[in-house]
Structure formats: structure tokens, C-alpha cells
């Protein structure tokens, strides 16, 4: 590694690398991420930028392993190393994310479908996080051999994080009521959505554990949204346009206890322009609020992304039985069930943060 040159203004380093690639650092930029500008190694800033002075480069020595920059007008020194200098360099050529791109997918994985030993995973550290990871990447993972007890879910959620409570309380019954006023608890058949679009922030992961299941249906069905919407913006540009800028309103209202309500486009976008989040829910999305000019076209792109959903080319399909749990990112993956005529059924379902599993993640992968 060496240094090809320090701005005559002395503001950049330039740096080549053994392999011949180059890399330009601002020295603002270097100067910022000094080590000594930390508690402990690797943790908190201890200063606000506003504190710095305005920085250059006083001068630049380098080995064939590392370059020691030093500053002015405080004279600090920074050694930093070529791994380093590689991770951060040349940040338009490579991805930068805090998590993978996911793993896309449709009706082609029925077939490999797996339910992991619940019980190996609580002594297992590698399949815990090889799990995981697949819940990461695919959107979605699977359990059996759960205890059946009423709230074994809690103990599914401590593999990796916490419970999200919401004003349905730590947890909810998915079962048949009287009278009930969601159709969840009804024996109807549920179309692919995604849950509590009318929040913000959106649980990200839900989970739904099985303790009995004796009826002649009522199977669930996953969808994966963002393989949805990467073909709807390579087929129907214009919709998707319209899908991911469009605010509509979702509310759940309960009369003396809760008005949820928040104003979203029903695809949303990262700043990087990649798919972030589905919103989708025919049960609490509201009259459109949007002008005469547009309503038409975006009706027409909101058909195209609901035949989208449910297109039997994009869903799988899979009977959750006693002791069976699934859990999914409620911001990617909807999910929805088939119709049974007769049998009692009972799931119990919360709801979880995915920063908690992505963290359990890390922490796996960093462990000796």
C-alpha cells in the first residue's frame, strides 16, 4: 500500500493498493474516525463534529501495511491499517447496507420447505444461527417440537430478542370467537396482508405458534413481497412509480381505546432506491385521499400489485400442526390462510423487532 499523493490543498489522501486499485479519504473524514476519538475500542464518539477544527493533512508515512496521518492544527496522529482502508474505500463500488440483500422467492420453494428442532437450537449455537440467518435472508423460518403450552411463544422469542407488546397485549389467540370484529377470528379465508400497517414503526417480525389444530383447513400461506414488487418494477414501470410514492392512509380504530392511523406509500423505499417495506391490508386501508388526475392510474397499479400478492406462481402453502411455530417479517413476507368449515384451532401470535435478531446474529458470528 502506498500513498500516491496528499491534495495540494492538503484536505485528501490518496491511497493505491497493492492489487493497483485507489481510494480517496477526505481528511475531515479521516480525522473524524481517529481511534482516540472513542470510549473504549470501537464504541461511542466522544466529541460532536462541531468541536473539530477545520482539518488538513499534515503529512502522510506509510509501510507496506499501514499509513500514519498526521493533523493540523491540533497535531493529532492515526495510524490506519489496509483492511481498514479497504472496507471504507471506494464506497461507490460496493454494496453498503448493515444487513445482506435478501434471498427472493416464489412457489418454487414449496418444495424445500423445513421445519427446525426447536429444542436443538437451545444448546446448538451454530444451528441457532444458521436459523436465523435463514429467517434474515428468506424473510421467514420455521419450528416444531415447540411446547404446546399456552405462551411457549415467549420462549421462541428469547432465542434472539423481545416482545414488541402492542394494544393487543404481549400476545393475541387466533381462534374462533363469537361476534368477533376481526376476521382473523373467524373461520373465513384471509387474503395475503401484512399486520398493523396503520403504525409507526410497523412490528417487523410476527410469529404464530400452533396449539391445536384439528380443522379440514385453514392452512397458512406466505408471500414474499419484495420478489413481488421487484417484478412489478420490471414489468409495470409506471405502477411501480405509482406504488412507491403515493401516500394512503391505513387506521384501526376502537372506539374509547385507540385511533392508529398513519400515511404511507404501500411500497416504501430505501435512500438507495431498494425495496424497504410492504404495506398491504384490504381490511384497514382507508378511502384514498389523492387528486382526480391521479386516482385512476394508481387504482389500476394497486389491482396489479394485489393479483400480484396472490398469484399462486408467488405464494407457498403449509399446514402449521401442534407444536408448530413460523415467524416472518411482517415488512416483507404477508401472509394469509385458507378456509375450514369445522375443528377447533387455536394459534397464539405477538409480535417482535427484527434489530434483535439481526443483533443475535452478529454477536453469534463474532463468538469464538
Not at 35 to 42: I, L, N, P, Q, V
Not at 78 to 101: K, L, T
Not at 216 to 223: K, V
Not at 294 to 306: K, M, N, P, V
Amino acid at each position: 500500500m502506498t500513498i500516491t499523493a496528499v491534495d495540494h490543498d492538503r484536505t485528501w489522501l490518496n491511497v493505491e493498493f497493492s492489487d493497483g486499485t485507489r481510494s480517496r479519504f477526505l481528511a475531515t473524514w479521516l480525522r473524524d474516525n481517529v481511534g482516540a476519538g472513542r470510549h473504549r475500542k470501537e464504541g461511542q464518539r466522544t466529541f460532536d463534529i462541531n468541536t473539530l477544527p477545520a482539518v488538513t493533512i499534515a503529512g502522510a508515512q506509510h509501510t507496506a501495511e499501514a499509513v500514519t496521518v498526521s493533523f493540523e492544527p491540533e497535531g493529532v496522529d492515526e495510524c490506519f491499517d489496509e483492511e481498514w482502508f479497504r472496507r471504507y474505500g471506494n464506497a461507490d463500488d460496493h454494496e453498503i447496507g448493515v444487513v445482506p440483500s435478501p434471498r427472493l422467492w416464489g412457489a418454487e420453494l414449496q418444495g424445500s420447505l423445513r421445519f427446525e428442532d426447536y429444542p436443538s437450537l437451545l444448546d446448538d449455537t451454530d444451528r441457532l444461527r444458521a436459523w436465523l440467518t435463514h429467517v434474515r435472508d428468506d424473510g421467514f423460518g420455521l419450528l416444531e417440537n415447540v411446547p404446546t403450552e399456552e405462551e411457549s411463544i415467549f420462549d421462541a422469542v428469547d432465542l434472539f430478542g423481545y416482545v414488541r407488546e402492542t394494544n393487543y397485549g404481549r400476545l393475541f389467540d387466533v381462534r374462533v370467537e363469537d361476534d368477533p370484529a376481526n376476521l382473523a377470528f373467524t373461520n373465513l379465508r384471509i387474503g395475503m396482508h401484512t399486520d398493523n400497517p396503520y403504525r409507526d414503526p410497523v412490528p417487523g417480525l410476527q410469529l404464530l405458534h400452533c396449539l391445536v389444530n384439528e380443522s379440514d383447513g385453514g392452512d397458512n400461506q406466505l408471500c414474499d413481497g419484495f420478489a413481488v414488487a421487484a417484478r412489478i418494477r420490471d414489468d409495470h414501470p409506471d405502477a411501480f412509480e405509482l406504488l412507491t410514492t403515493q401516500p394512503v392512509r391505513f387506521r384501526f380504530l376502537e372506539e374509547g381505546s385507540a385511533d392508529l392511523q398513519t400515511r404511507v406509500p404501500l411500497i416504501e423505499l430505501d435512500p438507495m432506491g431498494e425495496v424497504k417495506s410492504i404495506r398491504y391490508n384490504s381490511r384497514s386501508i382507508q378511502a384514498f385521499e389523492m387528486p382526480s388526475s391521479t386516482i385512476a392510474d394508481f387504482y389500476a397499479a394497486y389491482r396489479i400489485l394485489g393479483e400480484a400478492l396472490h398469484d399462486p406462481a408467488a405464494l407457498i402453502e403449509f399446514r402449521l400442526d401442534p407444536g408448530q411455530l413460523m415467524v416472518f417479517d411482517n415488512q416483507r413476507v404477508l401472509h394469509g390462510r385458507t378456509a375450514y368449515n369445522q375443528g377447533h384451532r387455536h394459534l397464539q401470535g405477538c409480535y417482535a423487532d427484527k434489530d434483535s435478531l439481526q443483533s443475535k446474529i452478529r454477536t453469534l458470528e463474532a463468538s469464538p
